[in-house]
């Protein structure tokens, strides 16, 4: 999009045209959607328990991508959705499937037990990611955050070799400690403190405040179950059974932060994507950020959006965070057709043609276009 279309958008006009369209799908929000994501959830949960089935024979790819598939699943569509609020105002619903049940408390290790503290990402992902999209601010504006490998001197060979690794690791090293860090900020800012500089090591470091809240918010719940308690309820296999739970367990998370790093770190990332340096000023202005700040992907169908963790619907998705996951495969097909009704670019690709221009800006070989 160039300076010029983007200058020359009617704010007002737009802004009426999603607001019609937010009315007519938010205000039929019923027991359908809550159905249709039970149906999704099911479909991740008989991935878990086939990978676990088999995962005790032999360390494999096969168990070992169904064990990733449920825990994606579990993060992306379920914990997702519901945590936005999609589904609050269904009647009748338990309320472990409400904002205000979903994964508090005990339930986090039945609901969505993952490195991620499912507060932390309220605030980070739900409340600063999604209304300051695209600023410096944002949390995971990847061009920000990638600026010390995008200036570094290493050659660029080795960049892109670096970001294989950290892809096979990044909700380890990225998303627990990036989560935790803005909930953090966020608690002493609501009580008139000051936000401290954290240096990686202070972090990292379970002897230091912030080190010893992120050992034992994320690091410790999840592996310990994960990688201790679920290998040792297949002993009465045997110890090779165990050993074998433990690989494959070893192995999804690998593919887990492969899977999820495809498909979310090129959901706002490209030399045809823009970033700000402003706060959106108008509802009109907020709306079209949100349209030329993400990318789609394919969708349309479930099992699509399904392998996709329903990230494929990340413009509506930003237009409408508190929608359910089935109301997105409506919304996209209206929102698309006003986005060419005002001449704005509704960007929708591969999700590996956006991990190349993604991979292409995070090693600093493109930039993201600039809103001025």
Not at 313 to 320: A, G, K, P, S, T
Request: with cysteine; proline share 4%; charged share 20%.
């Amino acid at each position: 999009m160039t300076i010029q279309q983007y200058q020359a958008v009617d704010r007002i006009e737009l802004a009426k045209d999603i607001d019609a369209i937010q009315h007519e799908l938010l205000g039929n929000t019923n027991m359908s959607d809550f159905e249709h994501l039970r149906k999704i959830e099911s479909w991740g949960r008989i991935c878990s328990v086939l990978g676990y089935a088999t995962a005790w024979i032999m360390p494999n790819p096969v168990s070992a991508y169904l064990i990733s598939q449920g825990n994606f699943t579990r993060w992306t569509t379920v914990a997702h959705h519901v945590m936005h609020r999609g589904y609050d105002k269904i009647e009748g619903i338990p309320t472990r499937y409400t904002s205000k049940g979903f994964a508090k408390g005990w339930r986090r290790y039945f609901d969505w037990l993952d490195w991620i503290y499912p507060a932390a990402w309220d605030a980070e992902h739900n409340d600063i990611h999604h209304y300051h999209l695209g600023e410096e601010i944002d949390p995971d504006q990847v061009e920000f955050n990638m600026q010390t490998l995008r200036n570094s001197k290493i050659p660029m060979w080795v960049r892109y070799v670096l970001l294989k690794v950290m892809a096979a690791s990044w909700k380890i090293i990225y998303y627990a400690s990036s989560t935790l860090t803005e909930y953090r900020a966020l608690q002493v800012k609501k009580t008139g403190g000051t936000r401290n500089t954290l240096s990686r090591l202070d972090m990292w470091n379970p002897l230091k405040p912030a080190g010893k809240d992120l050992w034992l918010s994320c690091m410790l719940p999840y592996s310990i179950v994960t990688f201790i308690i679920t290998p040792l309820i297949f002993l009465p296999l045997g110890t090779i059974a165990a050993v074998n739970v433990l690989l494959n367990l070893l192995m999804a998370e690998v593919f887990t932060n492969l899977h999820s790093f495809l498909v979310i770190g090129p959901n706002h990332t490209g030399e045809d994507v823009m970033m700000f340096e402003t706060k959106a000023k108008g509802k009109g202005e907020f709306y079209l950020r949100q349209i030329v700040g993400s990318v789609n992907y394919p969708n349309g169908t479930n099992l699509l959006d399904f392998l996709h963790g329903w990230l494929n619907y990340q413009i509506e998705h930003h237009l409408w965070p508190e929608m359910t996951a089935s109301q997105y495969q409506k919304a996209q097909p209206l929102v698309q057709a006003v986005c060419k009704k005002h001449n704005i670019p509704y960007i929708q690709e591969s999700v590996f043609t956006r991990l190349k221009k993604t991979l292409d800006v995070m090693v600093g070989k493109t930039s993201m276009l600039r809103a001025l």
